[in-house]
């Protein structure tokens, strides 16, 4: 599309999006569905090179360790770690997803860690989704787009890692290592899948990491 807001991966409205619960989503109350606010730094500002130029590194394991956060399972399935930049971020304190994962971070590899590139786009996240704009639908296709983005919902494994984890910002490039993990609920009523693919789209496409290691900086600094 040339102007306007695109879903995320597809021109008939794709989301990036937090797998759906069995007992429905929702967001932070009292906030609209997506918060369309910029925090700086200027992308345009930052230098103008890919800072993460290859893709997630990510290997299946047949049982992966399980963990509790506040009473939620974890069960890991496969290793994960990557390197992007952070395209924008949403912090959640009340809906279903926040007694595990605090905040989202959208998150750019390949053409899309490089600042300049993502600052001719436009970043949206709320209610565990993502999407953006593209003035120029031509100037990177769709599928790369697709390939090459993720709305990650991150666990922190400890208060070390959500420490870390609050002091990223938008424009800083991140290193994340840990595990791709399923999640259940306290009461096992509901289970959250993660993605483990970079090219599937819509509901479940969106990556749960569950953080052990997790470092950022930001460019030019």
Request: hydrophobic share 35%; net charge neutral.
């Amino acid at each position: 599309m040339k102007d306007g807001w695109t879903m995320i991966l597809a021109a008939v409205g794709i989301i990036v999006a937090l797998p759906i619960l069995a007992f429905g989503g929702g967001g932070d109350s009292g906030q609209g569905l997506f918060d369309r606010r910029v925090d700086p730094p200027d992308l345009s500002a930052l230098p103008d090179r890919a800072y993460a130029p290859q893709d997630p590194d990510q290997v299946t394991i047949a049982s992966g360790p399980r963990t509790d956060i506040n009473g939620f399972e974890t069960v890991a399935v496969a290793r994960f770690r990557m390197q992007g930049l952070v395209l924008s971020r949403k912090d959640y304190k009340r809906d279903h997803a926040s007694g595990y994962s605090p905040v989202d971070l959208g998150l750019g590899w390949g053409r899309l860690s490089n600042p300049r590139i993502a600052a001719l786009m436009t970043f949206a996240q709320g209610n565990r989704q993502m999407r953006y704009s593209l003035p120029d639908g031509d100037m990177i296709p769709q599928s790369e787009i697709g390939a090459s983005l993720t709305n990650a919902h991150l666990v922190p494994a400890g208060p070390e890692q959500k420490r870390a984890l609050d002091r990223v910002r938008r424009g800083d490039v991140v290193h994340i290592e840990g595990y791709l993990v399923n999640v259940t609920s306290p009461d096992g009523t509901a289970r959250w899948v993660t993605s483990r693919s970079r090219y599937d789209t819509g509901y479940n496409a969106c990556e749960i990491i569950l953080v052990q290691r997790i470092r950022s900086y930001t460019p030019g600094a």
